[in-house]
Every structure is written in C-alpha cells, then in structure tokens.
C-alpha cells in the first residue's frame, strides 16, 4: 500500500517528519522505500553572487520531509536512486535551522551530464561544492552529527565512506531538524526513491577512515 500525508511516521526514524509539499511524497510499504517527485524548477539555493548576470537563481521552493532528531550524535543514511533528466537533479539528504542556514548532500546530475556527489552549506548565502562523480545512478548518503560538528559522507559500494566535508552550521542548535529533500532546479522534475533509511544514535568513531 502507498499512502501520501503531511505528516510521516517512518518506522527507520524515532521522529516524526513533515512534508512540506506533501503531494510529492509517497512510501511503498511492500518494498520500505520512501519516494519523492521533485517539483519544476525547485531548489534551495542562496545564490552569493546575487543577481549577477550568468550566475544561477536563487530558490526556495524544492519539496522536503524534515524532523527533529533527538539531541546527541546521530547518522542518518539512505540509498538514493535518482531518475536523473535535468541539469542539477537531484536527491538530497538535508539539514535544516531556517531559510539562510541549512546544509544538504546532494546526488546531483552535472553539466557535463553526470551523476555526482554535491554538498551544499548555506550560512546567508550558499557555498557550492563538488565531490566526486558516482559511476551509475545509485549513491549512499549519510549526514553525522558529532557534538556541534557535522559531517557529510558518501559511499558507491554500500560500505565504504568517503568524506565529502566537516562544517559546523550556525552554533550547532540542537533544534536543527534533518531528512529529505528532491529537486529540478531547471526541469520539469524527476523521481527520487530512498531505500535502507537508517538512523543511528551513536557518535561516528572517525570522520575519515571510512566507517
């Protein structure tokens, strides 16, 4: 059965989320997959250089399911397939304090036409980061929370973390929220599944071996 609600209880988060566009958000019960249909032309993106000629549009607009986690450390991941069709398409895993602070992991479609690793930190306006590009169109996204420090990893084989980077957002609130997000800055949209949500309240042994 799939059902679409403001208001999710998924079963891998002892929080619960709200959707903010929840017409776009559905989860199949049978196979435990949680699916999200971006919007047209959505993003999140404070662009830096305004409104300079040639520089992308900032926006606001890109549908998330967000929740407060419980205080402490925590690792939130998924696997994310993304049907990519459009430049910067993408999956997000996203941490949220409000419109001019928020950070996501994004599994991102390129200009050059491929599926990358993105990270994204805002702080009044947004910073843009490449990691590294992802030979097929599934990635695993994980967000860790250690103290006030976050950390935003990746992995292709399903096991293996590979930093992407370590930043603190604002003062580390723990009123932060966490979750999902799917967007199509410049398309028409594009269907997102995330599969083995996990989340995890446990600190992360190191930032960097890989764990």
């Known amino acids: 059965m799939t059902h679409v609600t403001d208001a999710f209880q998924l079963p891998e988060l002892p929080f619960a989320t709200t ?12 196979t435990q997959s949680l699916t999200g249909q971006a919007l047209p032309h959505s993003d999140f993106y404070v662009n830096p250089g305004g409104d300079d000629a040639g520089d992308a549009a900032s926006m606001g607009n890109a549908a998330t399911l967000l929740g407060t986690p419980p205080e402490g450390d925590f690792q939130l991941s998924a696997r994310v397939t993304v049907d990519f069709r459009s430049q910067y398409d993408a999956g997000v895993l996203m941490v949220w304090g409000h419109e001019t602070e928020w950070a996501k992991l994004c599994f991102e479609f390129s200009p050059a036409g491929d599926p990358m690793v993105v990270s994204v930190v805002t702080q009044g306006v947004s910073d843009d980061a490449n990691a590294f590009v992802v030979p097929g169109r599934t990635v695993g996204l994980r967000i860790s929370r250690t103290g006030r420090v976050y950390a935003f990893h990746a992995a292709t084989d399903g096991s293996t973390w590979q930093l992407v980077r370590v930043f603190r957002l604002g003062d580390g609130s723990p009123g932060h929220r966490v979750g999902f997000e799917v967007q199509s800055p410049t398309g028409e949209g594009c269907a997102v599944r995330f599969e083995q949500v996990s989340f995890r309240q446990e600190r992360l042994a190191d930032l960097r071996d890989g764990s």
């Open 19 to 30: 959707a903010s566009h929840p017409e776009v958000w559905s989860r199949d019960a049978g």
